[in-house]
């Protein structure tokens, strides 16, 4: 009689760039082997609920194309010839290269190149505390969240928000720049909570007809990068019909009276022009957040999306100030925790290291940066060495065609740390096998709610697969910094440290506890005592030019993008790659429900569910271009074209199509992904990657 071996729940977080972090339960099948994946039942956000593709992450995990070997390039660059070598070796190689480089053109050429391939504070941020031990060239991280929040600090004066969890206790949730049954379900769980329990109407804002839309009660489609119009009539609204909370606007907010006098020419027709949205869903709307004190805005990252997504998000954020819905348990606006969430972290980034004389190069130009653009470069030397950890640049960066020209240069040294043998390992010198996030220690912020929650080491990798603390400690015994601060440590101790100076215990009490609730209290959050400014106030008027904002780029690189034409008030501000004669439609390249990124691309499961690269094109303009369902199409603008499938779909306005997901560029018949098609051109003021607001002509392939 077989006798099976109970299955352990180990306790973990997900690692991956989606503002949930769930805490996760996990199945161990054995020292290196999980079973499924599920949400952890007992976490008050996660409450039970993951999407489907962490939940099958043993696919990903016990994927047989896993990266077991270091590997160096026997071949030209792309070729695909490799050799296997051993770590010391590859290590070796590394070390030679970088010093080399640094002999001949300066320790600013080597730039260390990271994202959030995981979010652990370890794993992920270690490779700044090599980067400022050596004096490599800075890292200014603008693809993921400047715009949205720039946008948000610009009116609180401080990212933190009402407990994500009173979604559950509100009256009409607002789900306004994210599609969250694809990328951060927990919103879901709470909103549909509230549904249930009290009645509340779900309101979902966004340019297309998505999976969330069509869980809502009222849907709003708009037109990409007009947000802030529809924000300033539903203002308009609020203030002519008596439905601003004209004493919380006295007491809270900076310029109610100069706000009303701007509003004035702001009309529902106005609107109706700018959004495409017909004036009675504008005047629908206004009415039903001007007539339900407990209304929950969550703004989401795709206002970080569009050029002029900081004044749209503080134009839709503005809304809640106008109608004092703060005061109110299920009531405000909510994008981020993140200001609240606070580790020290310096020892593990090693900030008290950092030479700000060394230049900072914009995370998002890295096209421009390898291909010598003297403003990309900062007027500092070429980049002749890369090391890169936790993300996939040469499928996810904008302007592909760059990244990958640069990448491919004779006299460029890569060296790329990963789980698969990405698009962006496939042009490297060396390829380095990564660990999973269940094979070591980190522990992880959960800016879309309140938690910090540890992610413990649960089973064993493969033979082959080194933690990305591995490299960077290697990196550094042989690049001569290993006896500066925090360096010689395990995952571990540097956890133990940042949960000391936050008075949550020891790495094994902290373990106990899984993670640590970190909201804070009611007139904290709310902001009942006053917004996060020097004067307590909301700010209808933002400081675009030099005020507080979370990740501000270095005073060497200055104010970015076009940030004079910002404006005083809440307004729409056409910064966007407006459609034109040659480009008639707006592309947005928005999150597939089974990707992540470019992660979990490689997956059975997650291919399957997305089948093939598409465009969504209204049934309308495909017969205007003679496009029938299935067709091959090409998508093109000044920045190159590529071939997708065409999908017929009547959920998106006229002159909008929409490309969902970053596939493989390998998954592309030309063997050119979507990023070909969008912009590093900085976005005002702070930076960041426009991905959703790129101008495109659209016609048959041939």
Known sequence: MNQHAPIRIGHSACPHDCPSTCALDVEVLGPDRIGRVHGAKDNSYTAGVICAKVARYSERIHHPDRLLKPL???????????KDASWEA?????????????????????????????????????????????????????????????GYVMGTGRLAGPDPREMAKSDCVVIWGTNAVATQVNVMTHAVRARKERGAKIVVIDIYDNATMKQADMGLILKPGTDGALACAVMHILFRDGLADRAYLEKYTDDPAGLERHLRTRTPEWASAITGLPVEEIEAFARLVGTTKRTFFRL?????????????????????????????????????????????????????????????????????????????????????????????PANVA????????????????????????????????????????????????????????????????????????????????????ADRPGFGMSA?????????????GTFDTFREERWADLQPDFETAHYVSGFGHPDGKFRFKPQWQGGIAPNKPPKSMGLMGPHEKLPKYPDHVDLIEVADEEHPFRLATSPARSFLNSSFSETPGSVTREKRPEVMIHPSDALVLGLADGD???????????????????????????????????????????????????????????????????????
Request: proline share 4%; with cysteine.
């Open 398 to 481: 904008p302007e592909q065609r760059l990244v990958k020209r640069g990448l491919l240069r004779d006299d460029l040294f890569t060296c790329v740390h990963e789980q698969f043998m990405t698009d962006t390992a496939k042009l490297a010198d060396v390829v380095l096998p990564a660990t999973m996030f269940l094979e070591h220690d980190d522990i992880y912020k959960g800016g879309g709610n309140q938690h910090v929650t540890l992610g413990p080491k649960l089973v064993d990798p493969p033979e082959g697969p080194r933690q990305n603390l591995f490299v960077i400690e290697e990196l550094a015994k042989r690049l001569g910094v």
């Open 300 to 392: 989401g990252y795709g206002f970080a999306r569009q050029r002029n997504g900081a004044v749209n998000m503080h134009a839709a954020l503005s809304i809640a100030s106008v109608t004092g819905c703060w005061q109110y348990e299920g009531g405000g606006a909510f994008h981020s925790n993140s200001g609240v969430l606070k580790l020290d972290s310096s020892l593990v980034q090693g900030g008290a290291m950092m030479d700000p004389s060394i230049r900072h190069l914009d995370q998002s130009q890295i096209g421009r940066v390898l291909t010598g653009d003297a403003d990309a470069l900062q007027g500092g030397p070429p980049v002749t060495a890369l090391l890169v950890q936790n993300t996939n």
């Open 632 to 702: 091959r199409v090409e998508l093109g603008n000044k920045r190159g074209e590529i071939v997708l499938h065409v999908r017929l779909f009547d959920g998106v306005r006229r002159g909008v199509v929409i490309a969902e997901g970053i596939w493989p560029n390998s998954a592309h018949e030309r063997g050119e992904g979507i990023n070909v098609l969008t912009g590093a051109d900085a976005a005002a003021p702070y930076g960041g990657a426009a991905f959703h607001d790129n101008r495109v002509w659209v016609r048959a392939a041939n």
């Open 492 to 504: 571990r101790e540097h956890i133990e440290i940042m949960l000391g100076r936050r008075d949550l």
């Open 72 to 82: 160096v390039r026997a071949g030209g660059k792309g070729e695909g010839s490799w």
């Open 90 to 150: 590859a290590l070796d190689l590394v070390a030679e290269k970088f010093l080399a480089a640094e002999a001949k053109h300066g320790s600013e050429t080597v730039w260390p190149y990271y994202y959030a391939g995981t979010m652990g504070l370890v794993q992920r941020d270690s490779i700044n505390r090599l980067r400022h031990a050596k004096k490599y060239s800075g890292f200014f991280d603008t693809i993921c969240t400047n715009l949205a929040w720039t």
